[in-house]
T-cell receptor, first 116, second 114 residues
Framework: KAGVTQTPRYLIKTRGQQVTLSCSPI?????VSWYQQTPGQGLQFLFE???????NKGNFPGRFSGRQFSNSRSEMNVSTLELGDSALYLC???????????????FGPGTRLTVL | AQKITQTQPGMFVQEKEAVTLDCTYD???????LFWYKQPSSGEMIFLIY??????QNATEGRYSLNFQKARKSANLVISASQLGDSAMYFC???????????FGTGTSLTVIP
């Protein structure tokens, strides 16, 4: 079974631009979560989508948004990029249903975004 | 309060020795899951092992075992017979049934010395 894939793997943007990152979950997984990882802040939860609906949201400004399609693929958008948005963005997928405590997240390789 | 606490920012271990990475958690949910992930320098988070709050026995996966002490709210990862390829960041995580969100610790950087 193919793992979680993320595109692009690397991205360089300038301040003020916007960016869209894509994540394809493991087949059969309906939940997709996004995380931002920086050396200073560690791993921070952005949001989770399940069945095309945002189910959980972290504490990020409205410049960060996402969506999920009917095939469970998800996109994350960051508008008006700031230097501080430079980070590794990780996507994780899980079944998303049943006993939430047992639902394991599997991560993609990440997209490394650099904002100049 | 922090949901997941990893107090060891960095650890060193000799090759072929065992090492324990500490993790404590905070929850009032009776049902939850505990997870450990490995993140090599490449960046990808690799799932290692899972322990459910109702599991009576400690989880094991090959050289990885989870020392689960529910009353102390600790879920330490034990890596036996360390290998050079074990050098990486290790993250402890928890998922509560309520809210369905994953919580991650700050990670422990493990270096295996030849």
């Amino acid at each position: 079974k193919a793992g979680v894939t993320q595109t692009p793997r690397y991205l360089i943007k300038t301040r003020g631009q916007q960016v869209t990152l894509s994540c394809s979950p493991i087949s059969g997984h309906r939940s997709v979560s996004w995380y931002q990882q920086t050396p200073g802040q560690g791993l921070q939860f952005l949001f989770e989508y399940f069945s095309e609906t945002q189910r959980n949201k972290g504490n990020f400004p409205g410049r960060f948004s996402g969506r999920q399609f009917s095939n469970s693929r998800s996109e994350m958008n960051v508008s008006t990029l700031e230097l501080g948005d430079s980070a590794l963005y990780l996507c994780a997928s899980s079944l998303g249903s049943g006993n939430g405590g047992t639902d394991t997240q599997y991560f993609g390789p990440g997209t490394r975004l650099t904002v100049l | 309060a922090q949901k997941i606490t990893q107090t060891q920012p960095g650890m060193f271990v000799q090759e072929k020795e065992a090492v324990t990475l500490d993790c404590t958690y905070d929850t009032s949910d009776p049902s939850y899951g505990l997870f450990w992930y490995k993140q090599p320098s490449s960046g990808e988070m690799i799932f290692l092992i899972y322990q459910g709050s109702y599991d009576q026995q400690n989880a094991t996966e090959g050289r990885y075992s989870l020392n689960f002490q529910k009353a102390r709210k600790s879920a330490n990862l034990v890596i036996s017979a360390s290998q050079l390829g074990d050098s990486a960041m290790y993250f402890c995580a928890m998922r509560e049934v309520t809210g369905n969100q994953f919580y991650f610790g700050t990670g422990t950087s493990l270096t295996v010395i030849p």
